[in-house]
């Protein structure tokens, strides 16, 4: 049973747009949710986080968007650039619960020139 | 700078033979996490300590163990690697259970 999924194995997108990726669960007891970058041969790096109780949190050229009713979260990147790159993964939690992170299995976004 | 450190990054064991990896941090996070991460999937929780207090998952094999003699130290120590057992894994810590964790670079286990 998959709680945290990533429907979009790969991503491509041209330097400067904006890269949309995309995260669904299922489980309605999360109530935190984390983005995390990984380049190959190196851990997995915290990016940006939401609480349940926000719909957006935005950190330089990185948002994430929280939409509770439709079990749904995206992470913005604009303007995309080169070092955007990487494997993406969305992860849940829930904090006053089991406390662990419930990892989606990465999204592959890569940034033409 | 306080980092997650993981030693050695590339390990290569023969199947059988018992190896021990090494994470160490600087973070003086309560938390510590071993996970395995094959290629293409999602990291796979091994285990966690929450200070001295081990939390061992349910779908872990009897052939990982862990230890943490200190705040700064955790290893992960197979007994008796197999084939299957070839992976990336890491180790992250957090002040916390439920919030950001932050990784190690991994450490990448090869058997022969």
């Known amino acids: 049973d998959q709680q945290v999924k990533q429907n979009s194995p790969s991503l491509s997108v041209q330097e400067g747009r904006i890269s949309i990726l995309n995260c669904d669960y299922t489980n309605s007891m999360f109530d935190y949710f984390l983005w995390y970058k990984k380049y190959p041969a190196e851990g997995p790096t915290f990016l940006i986080s939401?609480?349940?109780?926000?719909d957006k949190n935005e950190d330089g050229r990185f948002t994430v968007f929280l939409n509770k009713s439709a079990k749904h979260l995206s992470l913005h990147i604009v303007p995309s650039q080169p070092g955007d790159s990487a494997v993406y993964f969305c992860a849940a939690s829930d904090i006053r619960g089991a406390q662990k992170l419930v990892f989606g299995q990465g999204t592959r976004l890569t940034i033409n020139p | 700078d306080a980092m997650v450190i993981q030693n050695p990054r590339y390990q290569v064991t023969q199947f059988g033979k018992p190896v021990t990896l090494s994470c160490s941090q600087t973070l003086n996070h309560n938390v510590m996490y071993w996970y395995q991460q094959k290629s293409s999937q999602a990291p796979k929780l091994l285990f966690h300590y929450y200070d001295k207090d081990f939390n061992n998952e349910a779908d872990t094999p009897d052939n990982f163990q862990s230890r943490r003699p200190n705040t700064s130290f955790c290893f992960l120590d197979i007994r008796s690697p197999g084939l299957g057992d070839a992976a990336m894994y890491l180790c992250?810590?957090?002040?916390?259970?439920?919030?950001?964790?932050?990784f190690g670079p991994g450490t990448r286990l090869t058997v022969t």
């Open positions: 992250a810590t957090s002040p916390d259970r439920g919030y950001e964790q932050y």
């Open positions: 939401i609480s349940s109780i926000k």
